[in-house]
């Protein structure tokens, strides 16, 4: 059975960082294509970042929104993926979830604010 467990989220100033994880389970991350999504009350999900491990190489991409200042990393032991946010905006608050084909997780709230 798939499952992803997000946690990590909080409440952080402006310019902040956090670093939210995705542990996963019923799949391998290191063989999957595992995406970051936001979402704020009202508006469609936006994706946020992704990382791709089903070919030789691990292929990151991110929106440009969050391009330099948000990155995605690994742990294959822990199967477990991870979004490090850094410089972080007010306009990044959002609930932050993992998503995987069709399964994604409950999410994890993420507020920036002075």
């Known amino acids: 059975e798939v499952q992803l467990v997000e946690s990590g989220g909080g409440l952080v100033q402006p310019g902040g960082s956090l670093m939210l994880s995705c542990q996963a389970s019923?799949?391998?991350?290191?063989?999957?294509?595992v995406k970051w999504f936001r979402q704020v009350p009202g508006k469609a999900p936006e994706w946020v970042a992704e990382?791709?491990?089903?070919?030789?190489?691990?292929?990151?991409d991110s929106a440009d929104s969050v391009k330099g200042r948000f990155i995605t990393y690994k742990d294959s032991a822990k199967n477990t993926l991870y979004l490090q946010m850094k410089n972080l905006k007010i306009e990044d608050s959002a609930v932050y979830y993992c998503?995987?084909?069709?399964?994604r997780g409950q999410g994890t709230q993420v507020t920036v604010s002075a």
């Open positions: 998503a995987y084909g069709e399964y």
């Open positions: 019923g799949f391998y991350i290191s063989q999957a294509l």
């Open positions: 990382m791709d491990s089903r070919g030789a190489d691990t292929w990151r």
